[in-house]
C-alpha cells in the first residue's frame, strides 16, 4: 500500500505541475518549490497511520484499547496535515487532495486485507471460521 501510495504521489505530481506557496521556497531551497500536489509526506504519512490503525483494530486487546490508539493515529495525522500548512510548504487543497489519496489507499488495503465473507469492521477481529475471535474469546 505504500509503494502505491508513492506510485500515486510520483503519478500526480507527473500529471498536476503545481508551484508550492511563495514562501516554502524559505525552508526548501528553489530546488523543492515545484511538486507540490498533493502533498506526498502527508499522504504516506497518513496512509502509515491508517494501515497501523487496522493492525490495531485486530489486536486482541479491550476497545477502549484500540479506540485510544485511533484517536492517538488520527491527532498525529491531523497534527501532520496542520504542520504543512502552518509552515507554508502546502496550499490546503494539497493536503486535502493527500487525505482523500491516503483514505482512497487505506480503504483498498483494508478490503485485501479482510478475511473473505466478512462483512463490516467488527469483523477485522473474527478471522478464525471456528468462532473463535483473534482475542480467545467464543
Known amino acids: 500500500a505504500l509503494i502505491a501510495g508513492l506510485a500515486l504521489t510520483e503519478a500526480t505530481h507527473?500529471?498536476?505541475?503545481?508551484?508550492?506557496?511563495?514562501?516554502a521556497q524559505n525552508l526548501l531551497g528553489a530546488v523543492g518549490k515545484t511538486r507540490s500536489y498533493p502533498?506526498?509526506?502527508?499522504?504516506?504519512?497518513?496512509?502509515a497511520m491508517i494501515l497501523l490503525g487496522i493492525a490495531a483494530w485486530r489486536m486482541p486487546t479491550s476497545r477502549a484499547l484500540r479506540l485510544a490508539v485511533i484517536a492517538l493515529i488520527v491527532a498525529l495525522a491531523g497534527w501532520v496535515s496542520f504542520a504543512q500548512m502552518f509552515l507554508a510548504i502546502h496550499f490546503l487543497t494539497d493536503v486535502l487532495g493527500a487525505l482523500a489519496?491516503?483514505?482512497m489507499l487505506g480503504w483498498g488495503a483494508y478490503w485485501s486485507m479482510k478475511p473473505r465473507g466478512a462483512?463490516?469492521?467488527?469483523?477485522?477481529?473474527?478471522?478464525?471460521?471456528d468462532g473463535v475471535d483473534?482475542?480467545?474469546r467464543k
Open 14 to 23: 507527473a500529471l498536476v505541475p503545481r508551484d508550492r506557496p511563495p514562501d
Open 39 to 47: 502533498a506526498d509526506s502527508v499522504l504516506l504519512f497518513t496512509l
Open 101 to 103: 489519496g491516503a483514505a
Open 119 to 129: 462483512t463490516g469492521l467488527h469483523s477485522m477481529t473474527e478471522a478464525r471460521s
Open 134 to 136: 483473534m482475542s480467545g
